[in-house]
């Protein structure tokens, strides 16, 4: 019903910025919540960022506030996640995921696209 595709990872130096795109199809992507998730080598995939399905929620892990933004074009089926200011441990594969309700744990969200990989150097 709905397949999401990341895109817009890659390698930056630290400080930098980059802006993650996830494309979705799918005719009820827009009544949708959406997060985004990332998960490093030997770690459990972590909550980032949530929106909700109009736009006007959004919710960040600590870890990034002031950095991220989470955004979306519902016109575009596109989520965005812009970083800023990145720093080494933001080196994750970085997943955005669907959802009805916009929560932090990853396990409730019904779609996950396959990642993108962001990199970060120091």
């Known amino acids: 019903q709905v397949q999401l595709e990341e895109s817009g990872g890659g390698l930056v130096q630290a400080g930098g910025s980059l802006r993650l795109s996830c494309a979705a199809s799918?005719?009820?992507?827009?009544?949708?919540?959406v997060g985004w998730f990332r998960q490093a080598p030997g770690k459990e995939r972590e909550f980032v960022a949530t929106?909700?399905?109009?736009?006007?929620?959004?919710n960040y892990a600590d870890t990034v506030k002031g950095r991220f933004t989470i955004s979306r074009d519902n016109a575009k089926n596109t989520v965005y996640l812009q970083m800023s200011s990145l720093r080494p441990e933001d080196t994750a594969v970085y997943y955005c995921?669907?959802?009805?309700?916009?929560?932090?744990?990853?396990?409730?969200?019904?779609?996950w696209g396959q990642g993108t990989q962001v990199t970060v150097s120091s």
């Open positions: 799918g005719r009820t992507f827009s009544e949708r919540a």
């Open positions: 995921a669907a959802n009805r309700f916009a929560v932090a744990d990853p396990r409730m969200y019904d779609y």
């Open positions: 929106i909700d399905w109009r736009g006007g929620n959004t």
